[in-house]
Nanobody, 124 residues
Framework: QVQLVESGGGSVQAGGSLRLSCTAS????????MGWFRQAPGKEREFVAA????????YYSDSVKGRFTISRDNAKNTVYLQMNSLKFEDTAVYYC?????????????????WGQGTQVTVSS
């Protein structure tokens, strides 16, 4: 049984920062990709960022590039998302996920395991 638990969400003013964490149990991250997605009310889940197990390959959506940073600590089975310069448009429930391959993918269909999500609210 695989379980992913996110933490670090909250409410911040525009321009502020948050750091999300996701710890997995029941399965090692190696050698699979890890990603972050988000979903706002009435909208479909969208890709945010992904990182390979070896920490070499990274990909960000255009909307967060330059503001968010994804990182991994494989010894702790943990992935992080540092979010800076937050905007109102970043408001959503954020989910971490484990992919089924090592090649980076942005589609939800390429991720097998998902956390319950953590709410991020950015006020203007």
């Amino acid at each position: 049984q695989v379980q992913l638990v996110e933490s670090g969400g909250g409410s911040v003013q525009a321009g502020g920062s948050l750091r999300l964490s996701c710890t997995a149990s029941g399965r090692s991250f190696s050698p699979y990709m890890m990603g972050w997605f988000r979903q706002a009310p009435g909208k479909e889940r969208e890709f945010v960022a992904a990182r390979s197990w070896d920490n070499i390959s990274t990909y960000y959506s255009d909307s967060v590039k330059g503001r968010f940073t994804i990182s991994r600590d494989n010894a702790k089975n943990t992935v992080y998302l540092q979010m800076n310069s937050l905007k109102f448009e970043d408001t959503a429930v954020y989910y971490c996920a484990v992919g089924r391959g090592s090649v980076l993918r942005i589609g939800v269909e390429y991720y097998d395991y998902w956390g319950q999500g953590t709410q991020v609210t950015v006020s203007s």
